[in-house]
């Protein structure tokens, strides 16, 4: 099989569509802890971290003042952000509980441990970390053996900084 047209290609940026973009900001940036790095007036936002231009857009060109998008139709199922560790994972999963956010499930699937929750649009959020690849489970033939088994968040709350 020839090797991918671009290899290292990955996701970079969510663009999400809100209907109140302060309220969008403030959950992306004072919950989640992203950093605003430029703004179109009261119409889109761009955060980030490090210094990074966007990791999130958010604009209202579209769906200013609307509802979140019905659930059973095609779109975004969830955003996925990636903390470096356990104990930062545990850390902004306590702040979105504190901030009044529920927590909707938490799985563990092997080879990462999962968080999933809600924006206050209606966006789907999972926040997750990645154990090392050495601990990956695999079937015999060497392919990943991904799964869905619920995640003790208590535990995972105690290793919060």
Aim: glycine residues 10%.
């Amino acid at each position: 099989m020839p090797a991918p047209y671009a290899p290292s290609a990955r996701i970079g940026h969510v663009h999400l569509k809100v209907a109140d973009l302060d309220r969008a900001i403030a959950f992306y940036a004072d919950v989640l802890g992203f950093e605003v790095q430029t703004r179109l007036g009261n119409d889109a936002a761009f955060l980030g971290s490090d210094g990074y231009h966007h990791h999130i857009g958010l604009n209202t060109w579209r769906s200013k003042g609307s509802g979140p998008a019905p659930e059973h139709h095609t779109g975004l199922f969830h955003t996925a952000i990636l903390y470096p560790s356990r104990a930062d994972l545990a850390t902004a999963v306590q702040r979105v509980i504190a901030a009044g956010y529920p927590v909707l499930g938490a799985s563990d699937h092997g080879v990462s441990e999962a968080i999933y929750f809600n924006d206050p649009d209606g966006n789907g959020v999972e926040l997750y970390r990645d154990r090392h690849t050495a601990e990956w489970p695999r079937h015999k033939d060497g392919s990943l053996q991904m799964y869905s088994h619920p995640l003790k968040l208590e535990a995972l709350l105690a290793e919060a900084a």
